[in-house]
């Protein structure tokens, strides 16, 4: 709303090109704002241990702005990024999911579905591999092909083929843009690049 509010002041005023500087600055001003600033560390403290995060967040969200503090005078920085984290599936126990009972759960494609996402068949593919041979050498042998889990939107689909021998397929019509395998990907060799315009999801009821 923010947004919008300062995008109709600026075409009102006549101010098509410029940029929308009373954004940020309304954001700033916002409830939204304070809360964020007051749950900054949330996250970093719970990678910390329960105990220690429940010490913490206590401290910051309790007593602080008890003593009219709002915004922690610390600021825990992730040090590591999000996908060296992964674990060799060796080192795990595979979780058996109940399969979607149409009701309350529902399989990724009748979800896809509902997004009414799409792109133009003929379009350059927005989703590319720096080296092709990585899905199949290291994230199948290493890690279980996490990309066949962790997109929602079942972009990532690993198939025999004549052979007996896995390969990856990737159905990037299908791509919902929430970037999870641009972050999560263990070896960072998936390229996400926008698509051409108009492609991607579209939440007609929102
Ligand atoms: S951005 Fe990646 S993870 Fe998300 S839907 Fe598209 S292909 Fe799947």
Known sequence: MLAAEAAYDALQAGRQHDELTAYPAAFEQSWLYKEL?????FKQWFKKGRTTATLMTGIEQWLLPKLGIRNPPWTIHRVKPDHVYLKPAAECEKIVYPKPDGKLTFDRLSSVFISNTNHEENQPAHLTLKDASVPVNINW???????????????????????????????????????????????????WVTPEGGGGPNYAGM
């Open 37 to 41: 600033l007051q749950a900054k560390n």
């Open 141 to 191: 042998e290493k890690y279980a092909g996490p990309e066949s889990r962790y997109c929602p939107a079942g972009v990532y689909e690993f198939v025999q083929n004549e052979e007996g021998k896995e390969r990856l397929q990737i159905n990037a019509q299908n791509c919902v843009h929430c970037k999870t395998c641009d972050i999560k990907d263990p070896m960072q060799n998936i390229v």
